[in-house]
């Protein structure tokens, strides 16, 4: 008579190895505690410690083998190791070598826990992490420590570091308890297909970019803590009976913010906090989309992702001055990090500064470009202040390299008349433009300084033009830039609806955008870095031609 199989429940079950291990240490002795029973007396509290941390180091080993294997189990596994390396520095903190070896041990368990929680779909800001079987989970709720935004906003913990830069060359670094982790708030897929140059319609497609000013991928730094009750309990049953089955113990899992927290308490023990400032940069410049800075002189609208945008690299918080850093030509947002990295490690700049960066083809039209810089600043300037109190937004600063300190310059002048006659011999007011041209026309060649811009640095910019626009290289390089065939009709059309003579020659014989006209009119810009009615604004120079690899002055 063929027994009918009964239904099996999948339970969260110790694998046969950690069943074995455990077993095995139990009856031989192997652990200071199990030796304490056996003698009759009760284990001192340096036996319980070491007890703890041997299966802590046995957990975690086993564990690593289920990783290997693809085994979901792992994360049970790296869990309770953490547990038990937290009950040993619990148990016993008046032994320095002791401690130190369990916060290396708990460190190692906690890293396992989370790259395998993140390679099952264990870990988010909204479920947090979950642990155990899908019959019986237990959800350990995500604790954010010092940083302006709630749980539900992080969409990744990363506890593997990125891989390193060319563009970052120091890593900083500190030792502590812990684990250093990148938290993504932003993370959008890469664009891989660049769109057809007779596709593109620059003229709309520069005045298109969204509110939310959030680069391709935003990465904070954090520390993950895991944090369990006070040891009363075994985290694991003694004795054995049956299948072993257990419900992980609760906790906590907090990621602190290592710039505004230095230190961690555990019962008596005050270990500093682990962080790494440089790790969360590595993984932006990583996901920033991957374009050439040449390609994106030379074919400046083959891609959306290279439109002018102006990106916060950190959630606001109120009280902070905004930084905003713009880059020069043939360069992208990525120049800046080198200097990033290193004002990381100046506290003063994280309780005063928030550095947001401006990206721009660098091929494309200067003044529509740097029109979308002062649209897209005022924008997001009133979006976080609606109301204007905000005092530190009134004192932004502009920090501009090569042809990006121009755009800055141009956020900070009265430009009167001088762009518009330097292309037409009639007043604006007198010229046919057709369509929507009008006024786009009207946002380039007229401005008012921004008011709330109250310092510019300028770094190796050409307040008087550059040579190079007129010799072979820079012409040859200015002749070779792909502008969309709309261009071209756009300035056709200009000029047919106006009568002969109402344009300057060179500019009725090439488009009105392209980038020799630019540069024709920056001498113009000389004797006016601060020209700005109304209220006074510091310039700073730094007279170098290298890229900003250090932070001037």
């Known amino acids: 008579m063929r027994s009918r199989a009964q239904p099996t429940r999948r339970q969260w079950a110790l694998p046969s190895t950690l069943l074995a291990v455990w077993l095995g240490l139990l009856a031989a002795g192997g652990f200071g505690w199990a030796r304490g029973q056996q003698l009759g007396g009760e284990p001192s509290p340096r036996e319980k410690a070491e007890a703890h941390l041997a ?3 046995q957990f975690r080993k086993d564990a690593v083998d289920m990783y290997r294997d693809g085994d979901p189990l792992a994360i049970d596994g790296f869990y309770l190791g953490c547990r038990e390396a937290w009950d040993a520095i619990w148990t016993c903190p008046g032994a320095a070598d002791l401690l130190a070896e369990a916060g290396e041990e708990y460190a190692r368990g906690l890293e396992g826990l989370l790259a395998a929680a993140r390679r099952h779909g264990r870990l988010d800001g909204c479920r947090g992490l979950v642990v155990g079987s899908k019959w019986d989970p237990v959800k350990v709720p995500l604790v954010m420590r010092g940083h302006p935004l709630p749980a539900e906003a992080v969409i990744d913990v990363v506890s593997i570091p990125p891989a390193g830069d060319s563009r970052v ?3 900083h670094q500190r030792w502590g308890f812990g684990v250093p982790v990148v938290l993504r708030t932003v993370d959008e897929p890469p ?9 593109v319609d620059p003229i709309q497609a520069e005045a298109t970019f969204d509110n939310d000013f959030l680069p391709p991928r935003q990465s904070l730094s ?6 369990f009750a006070m040891p009363g309990e075994p985290a694991f049953p003694e004795t054995l009976v049956g299948p072993a089955s257990v419900t992980p113990p609760a906790a906590v899992l907090d990621l602190v913010n290592p710039v505004e927290v230095a230190r961690v308490r555990i019962g008596p023990w005050r270990p500093p906090l682990a962080a790494d400032l440089t790790s969360p940069l590595l993984d932006m410049l990583e996901g920033i989309p991957k374009r050439s800075n040449v390609q994106g002189f030379l074919q400046p609208f083959r891609r959306t992702s290279s439109l002018p945008r102006l990106e916060m690299l950190e959630p606001y918080v109120p009280g902070k001055i905004p930084v905003v850093f713009i880059h020069g030509l043939a360069s992208d947002e990525g120049t800046w990090f080198e200097m990033l990295n290193e004002l990381r490690t100046w506290p003063g700049f994280h309780r005063c500064f928030t550095p947001w960066v401006f990206h721009y083809p660098t091929g494309a039209p200067f ?7 002062r649209l897209q600043l005022g924008k997001l300037l009133k979006q976080l202040d609606p109301a204007g109190t905000n005092g530190p937004l009134h004192n932004v600063v ?22 518009w006659d330097a292309i037409s011999y009639k007043p604006f007011d007198q010229v046919n433009l057709p369509g929507k041209l009008r006024q786009r026309s009207r946002d380039s060649f007229f401005f008012e300084p921004i008011p709330q811009v109250r310092r510019v640095v300028f770094i190796a910019t050409p307040h008087g033009g550059s040579s190079w626009a007129t010799r072979a290289v820079g012409m040859l390089a200015s002749a070779a830039v792909q502008q969309p065939e709309q261009i071209r009709a756009v300035h056709d059309a200009i000029v047919n609806a106006n009568p002969p003579g109402t344009f300057h020659p060179d500019f ?10 630019a540069r024709a009119r920056l001498p113009a810009l000389g004797s006016h870095a601060a020209d700005s009615p109304g209220g006074r604004r510091d310039v700073a120079h730094d007279r170098g031609h290298g890229p900003p690899h250090r932070w001037p002055g």
Not at 193 to 199: G, K, V
């Open 55 to 57: 299966r802590a180091e």
């Open 222 to 227: 954090a520390t993950a803590v895991l944090r």
């Open 508 to 517: 009725e014989a090439a488009d009105p955008h392209h980038d020799r006209h």
């Open 169 to 171: 060359s120091r890593c």
């Open 398 to 419: 502009l920090v501009g390299h090569s042809m990006g300190g121009l755009h800055a310059k141009m956020m900070a002048i009265h430009s009167g008349n001088r762009f």
């Open 191 to 199: 664009e891989v297909e660049q769109t057809p140059l007779d596709n």
């Open 367 to 373: 003044l529509p470009t740097s029109a979308q810089l």
